[in-house]
Nanobody
């Protein structure tokens, strides 16, 4: 079992930046790919970014490319999502997730573990 706890959300203005963190605990000896997803009210959960266990490969949704950066520090069992130039339409609950595989994935159903989410609100 892996427990994930997100932090770093908050209320910002359009154009601002935020850095989300996802701390893992429990069975951290496993090698797992991680991802960030978000869900706005009344909408489906959508893929944001994903990273392999090694950190060598990263993939992003087209809507966040060049503005968001996913990273991880395996020594600290923590993943990050740096979000720049935030837009009001990106207001959502942001979730981190971990796979039971070292590979990245944009598919929510391929993730075994999920955090409780952190609210990001971007005002115009």
């Amino acid at each position: 079992q892996v427990q994930l706890v997100e932090s770093g959300g908050g209320l910002v203005q359009a154009g601002d930046s935020l850095r989300l963190s996802c701390a893992a605990s429990g069975r951290t000896d496993s090698r797992y790919g991680m991802g960030w997803f978000r869900q706005a009210p009344g909408k489906d959960r959508e893929f944001v970014a994903t990273i392999t266990w090694s950190g060598g490969s990263k993939y992003y949704a087209d809507s966040v490319k060049d503005r968001f950066t996913i990273s991880r520090d395996n020594a600290k069992f923590t993943a990050y999502l740096q979000m720049n130039s935030l837009k009001p339409e990106e207001t959502a609950v942001y979730y981190c997730a971990a796979r039971t595989s070292p590979y990245a994935s944009a598919v929510p159903s391929e993730y075994a573990y999920w955090g409780q989410g952190t609210q990001v609100t971007v005002s115009s």
